[in-house]
């Protein structure tokens, strides 16, 4: 038989888990997409518009789903069943924990592509690759870089191996000390690059770009990609936080440890932004110029700082230990599910889970070459599949977790699980059972054109 005494074996303290979720949350997400997608989509409007869901939607709702998985201590699918029970409610709504694990494969197959792209710089940062680069020089890297599929293979390959390894050894093992290191040392590095920034001839333009408000700018677009971004961001809406808060012990405050979450996996995206802005004006480099905007910017910052090369190797190595905390937590709901419910072993489980993921990863590899003229609604496949997860699944499993929260459990369960003070508990229910489930579903409207 299965293992299932490690399945639900427990965080150690308050602080693994705020550990764990904060690995789950900080990631390329955070350094890699938030300054590309903000840069896109006009900079100010959409930090703003980011920050407001944050608050509103994406701290009730991560409460929420790690309310969930506490309640029940089982994979997504297993958890929705008995708290549809428990509720007396409909039993479809485990499809929301299924829609999560494909969500979980569609996001996992993409990211382990771009992490990929991280580990291969961290290896050019050794190499010294990055010395005395210009715009010029960084841009050329970059599109010389994605023009072969077979080493974008090679890297995506690379990753994929390293997240198996590590949820093969199961989520405790190594995990929480690994992450325990990074965090600060991450912080650190991002503070260090902020200060090479300022240092620039376009800092001011940069937090001009990121922080001037300029409502003017905020359209339906911008606000569904912050959305979706918020979701991504904080890693919710497909089960990740509802497999963590099954890990979670009984007697720790899911409110505060959520909001100390919410808090880090912010202030690393807006110390991204202000870290990149500043190269970007200060070279003459486009902010809406992509997924290669990171690759483009931060290695000048390395090649002309003292101690740049250093800080370079540092930066990358953070980088792909950040985007494997969450890799981790793309695939541990899957895996946990293989586990529980088709009696695999945890090995069994990781080759399985990995294999479907490394294998729908070729589509976004090829998307930034061979492909990267096959549109369909005007977008390459990696677009497609960005759009398709992280603007409507995300958005959609969060809007599920928000009404099954709000309105199908009942209220002395969710009261005893979150443990609040009154006023607190109440703001949190109108958020969850009005606020959230409400923008989502506006946005959405405005979407497909109903507003
Ligand atoms: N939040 C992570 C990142 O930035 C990615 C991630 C981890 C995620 N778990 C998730 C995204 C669950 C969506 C859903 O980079």
């Known amino acids: 038989m299965i293992d299932k005494q490690s399945l639900h074996g427990e965080w150690s303290s308050r602080f693994a888990f705020i550990l764990a979720a904060t690995g789950s949350a900080v990631g390329l997400g955070n350094i890699w997409k938030f300054p590309y997608i903000a840069g896109e989509n006009g900079g100010s409007a959409f930090v703003m518009v980011y920050v407001v869901c944050v608050v509103l939607m994406g ?3 991560m409460m929420a789903e790690t309310m969930l ?43 382990s592509v771009i992490a990929g792209w991280a580990s291969a710089y961290t290896l050019k940062a050794v190499m010294g690759d990055f010395f005395g680069s210009d715009a010029q020089k960084t841009s050329v890297m970059f599109a010389e870089f994605i023009s072969s599929p077979i080493r974008l293979i090679f890297w995506h390959s690379f990753f994929m191996l390293a997240t198996m390894i590590i949820v093969s050894k199961g989520i405790r093992n190594g995990l929480e000390r690994a992450v325990q290191m990074l965090m600060p040392v991450l912080f ?7 200060g090479y920034a300022m240092t620039t001839s376009g800092y001011s333009q940069g937090l001009h770009f990121l922080f001037s408000p300029d409502f003017s700018k905020i359209t339906g677009k911008v606000v569904l990609t912050a959305i979706g971004q918020a979701f991504f961001s904080l890693g919710l809406g497909m089960g990740t936080m509802m497999i963590y ?14 909001i100390i979450v919410a808090s880090a996996d912010t202030i690393v995206a807006l110390l991204a932004g202000i870290a990149i802005f ?43 230990v950040a985007a494997l905390t969450s890799s ?18 945890r090995d069994q489980a990781c080759v399985r889970a990995g294999l479907v993921a490394w294998v729908l990863g070729f589509v976004t590899v090829l998307s930034f070459n061979r492909w990267a003229d096959v549109h369909f609604f005007g977008q390459t496949l990696f677009e497609l599949i960005d759009a398709l997860t992280a603007n ?10 928000a009404i099954f929260a709000g309105w199908m459990m009942k209220q002395p369960h969710t009261e005893q699980e979150l443990a609040l003070p009154t006023m ?6 109108v958020l969850i059972s009005y606020v959230a489930p409400a923008g989502v579903f506006l946005i959405f409207l405005h979407v497909v054109g109903v507003l």
């Open 59 to 61: 701290i009730p709702i």
């Open 69 to 111: 998985g506490r309640r029940a201590k089982q994979n997504p699918v297993a958890t929705m069943q008995t708290l549809t029970k428990e509720a007396g409610a409909d039993t479809r709504w485990q499809y929301l924990a299924w829609m999560g694990m494909v969500a979980g494969f569609l996001i996992l197959s993409y990211y």
């Open 188 to 194: 650190v590095m991002m503070f260090l690059l902020v």
């Open 245 to 258: 808060g099954a890990y979670l012990p009984k007697n720790v405050s899911i409110a505060k440890s959520t």
């Open 278 to 320: 500043p190269i970007v004006f200060a070279n003459g480099l486009q902010p809406d110029s992509g997924p290669g905007l990171v690759f483009e910017t931060l290695p000048i910052a390395f090649g002309n700082m003292t101690g740049g090369w250093l800080f370079g190797v540092l930066f990358f190595i953070m980088l792909v």
């Open 328 to 345: 981790i937590a793309l695939i541990e709901p899957a895996v946990a599910w293989l586990i529980e419910s088709k009696e695999m072993t």
């Open 392 to 401: 409507i699944m995300l958005p959609a499993g969060g809007f599920a977790i």
């Open 424 to 429: 607190q508990y109440k703001i949190w229910k």
